[in-house]
């Protein structure tokens, strides 16, 4: 077993959950109680998550509803970090846009069989991906509109239509949500070994096989993620994704 779960793993966690919270507070960063609380939060959902996998994988109708479920809390994770209005919940649409057709792809062709143990972590990897390109592409658009809403105004004033003249001031810093993703994909293996790869060699798979599985994850999460960009920059550019104040 890689990390025992015992007495001494429990007090690791809680100096470095304490260390992450003190060096946010020292750095004003975030507040520190809002490190300690997703911490706390990640120890309970995670034990809940073991024992409920356990039980889902047994049939297909609970499998489904444990993904509609990820795919549910993704949505109001990813639109209350973007915005905290009604509109929050467009956030659907750029996670699902992304996930759903590489995840049928998948199923379709085989190289994932309908089962827990392999659907629930590939979906959730990728919906995380999801998750994480969307509200960086959302508020990375909505930050840069407000910051150069004069801009915005003279494309307006040159005859441009609102889509256009938003999409032209908020493509390339919505564009930076993805450097993240291809920075990793580019250095993976130089840099670091991420956790499709050790895991499957700790599962004891060869490293060729392990290598193999990382790129198809790597390489889904690059499609998954440009999509989601891409529709979260549209809904923001239509008015569909805004903030108080900034229109729709």
Known sequence: MLLPVDITFGAVLA?????????AAVARLRPPREIVVAGLRAAVQLAAVSLVIGWVVRAVPLLLLFLLLMYGV????????????RTWWWAAAPIAAGVVPVVAALVLTGLVPVKG???????GILI????TATVLGGRRALDELATRHGEVE????????????RLEVAREAAADALLPGLDQTRTVGL?????AFVGMLLGGASPL????????????LMAVQGVAVA????????????REGAGG
């Open 231 to 242: 529709v979260v920059l549209e809904l923001v550019a239509r008015g569909r994704l805004h």
């Open 191 to 195: 840099v670091t070994l991420p956790g």
């Open 74 to 85: 993704a949505v109001r994770t990813a639109g209350r970090r973007i915005t905290r209005n």
């Open 15 to 23: 100096v470095l959950l304490a260390a992450a919270a003190t060096v």
């Open 128 to 131: 995380g991906g999801a998750l």
């Open 154 to 165: 003279a494309g307006l004033a040159l005859g441009l239509l609102d889509r256009d003249a």
């Open 117 to 123: 143990i392999a659907l629930i972590p590939v979906t």
């Open 209 to 220: 096989q392990a290598g193999a599985v990382q790129l198809f994850v790597l390489v889904a």
